[in-house]
């Protein structure tokens, strides 16, 4: 099973700043890492697929980088909505697994 | 509009039995993948199950292995997961989303719609 960990478990930035979320994984996954936003009672949101492609309708503050076994998730310049949790998962393999989790709330 | 709605979810004992459905619409189904994902109460999300657009293929996360079952009806457009000899850790909010791969299958996947979810209390 490839485990996938992130960091950090919580994030505190204010508004208008840079945030960066890592991932991590025990292997190699290549690009096939995918990252979603969830806030609170609602169903997670794709936001980039294959390490660096931004899903549909996504804003361009959000990039995600990476390969093999690091990747990040970089938004540019933070907006009130933004403050959520934010979770990867590899679809590299079989088992499916996902990240703990980076809780981004506002300082 | 790619829609996905579960239900079926709701109090069970230990030991109980439920079935989820999710119903589908605004895309092909029987093109894609699709996959039930649960998150536990104050938790991460956590993968259960994949299954091929044919059927012929069924990964499971091992905690569900034996107990759980995913299938789907092509014709209805529903994908449904059956879920036996229920526990209280399997307590969580069940979701069904589609996976959409690039280049067929050969290229990266990802869950890229997902319904509101169904809430599932495995409690005496």
């Known amino acids: 099973e490839i485990v996938l960990t992130q960091s950090p478990a919580t994030l505190s930035l204010s508004p208008g700043e840079r945030a960066t979320l890592s991932c991590r994984a025990s292997q190699s996954v290549s690009s096939n890492l995918a990252w979603y936003q969830q806030k609170p009672g609602l169903a997670p949101r794709l936001l980039i697929y294959g390490a660096s492609n931004r899903a549909t309708g996504i804003p361009a503050r959000f990039s995600g980088s990476g390969s093999g076994t690091d990747f990040s998730l970089t938004i540019s310049s933070l907006e009130p909505e933004d403050f959520a949790v934010y979770h990867c998962q590899q679809r590299s393999s079989w088992p499916v697994t996902f990240g703990q989790g980076t809780r981004l709330e506002i300082k | 509009e790619v829609q996905l709605v579960e239900s079926g979810g709701g109090l069970v004992q230990p030991g109980g039995s439920l079935r989820l459905s999710c119903g589908t619409s605004?895309?092909?189904?029987?093109?894609?993948?699709m996959t039930w994902v649960r998150q536990a109460p104050g938790k991460g999300l956590e993968w259960v199950a994949d299954i091929k657009q044919d059927g012929s293929e069924k990964y499971y996360v091992d905690s569900v292995k034996g107990r759980f079952i995913i299938s789907r009806d092509n014709v209805k457009n529903s994908l449904y997961l059956q879920m036996n000899s229920l526990r209280p850790e399997d307590t969580a909010v069940f979701y069904c989303?589609?996976?959409?791969?690039?280049?067929?299958?050969?290229?990266?996947?990802?869950?890229?719609?997902w319904g509101q979810g169904t809430l599932v209390t495995v409690s005496s």
């Open positions: 605004g895309f092909t189904f029987s093109n894609y993948w």
């Open positions: 989303a589609r996976v959409a791969c690039s280049d067929g299958s050969a290229g990266p996947c990802r869950d890229d719609y």
